[in-house]
């Protein structure tokens, strides 16, 4: 997914700069050369574990920041209604 995502962004970004001279190349075609180039990283048991921690962790504080975030409207709206 994030591959393709990838080459969507290159070829948008290719015809933005090189409007009419741009290659016909498709999204399908452009996702097979990032396939190619873009290295998949292995992962040991270890350093899977160790990536879902820290990534649970950023999760967990975007969470509470959000929640502040919301919780901060409440309050205003209710000091607005009262």
């Not at 040991?44 to 950023?58: F, G, N, P």
């Not at 504080?61 to 000091?79: C, D, G, P, T, W």
Request: with cysteine; charged share 20%; proline share 2%.
């Amino acid at each position: 997914m994030l591959i393709c995502m990838m080459a969507h962004f290159f070829l948008w970004h290719i015809k933005i700069h090189l409007g009419e001279k741009a290659p016909s190349i498709t999204l399908s075609q452009l996702r097979i050369v990032l396939g190619l180039v873009l290295p998949l990283r292995r992962y040991e048991v270890t350093d899977a574990i160790e990536l879902v921690i820290w990534i649970q962790k950023k999760n967990h504080v975007a969470y509470l920041s959000h929640q502040r975030k919301n919780i901060a409207k409440r309050e205003k709206v209710l000091q607005v209604s009262l």
